[in-house]
């Protein structure tokens, strides 16, 4: 069970920044989907470094549980604030 752990965990970390660091360096497709919807540029950083961190803390927590613990419940709250977002704004992965 530890080995899909830390697995699942690897491969969560790898998405997770691949999604932050666009965010974090202000670049990107999503960048612009975000600034047109109302979201300014400090704020767009800090969720991007926000997902970095998480992901960092993913990684950690293989080998400290407690941190990672906080991560995961970290990303959990994050996603879920911003699944309220896109649900606010009628994104509903349609593509329109």
Not at 21 to 28: D, E, H, N, S, V
Not at 42 to 57: D, K, N
Not at 89 to 96: I, L, V
């Amino acid at each position: 069970m530890y080995i899909a752990a830390v697995i699942l965990s690897v491969l969560l970390a790898l998405i997770t920044v691949a999604a932050g660091a666009p965010k974090a360096q202000f670049k990107g497709d999503v960048v612009d989907g975000l600034v047109a919807k109302g979201l300014g540029p400090a704020l767009i950083r800090f969720i991007g470094l926000l997902e970095v961190a998480a992901a960092a803390g993913l990684v950690a927590g293989i080998w400290w549980e407690p941190l990672g613990i906080a991560a995961a419940v970290g990303m959990a709250v994050l996603l879920l604030v911003a699944i309220g977002y896109h649900v606010k704004w009628g994104d509903y992965g349609d593509g329109a």
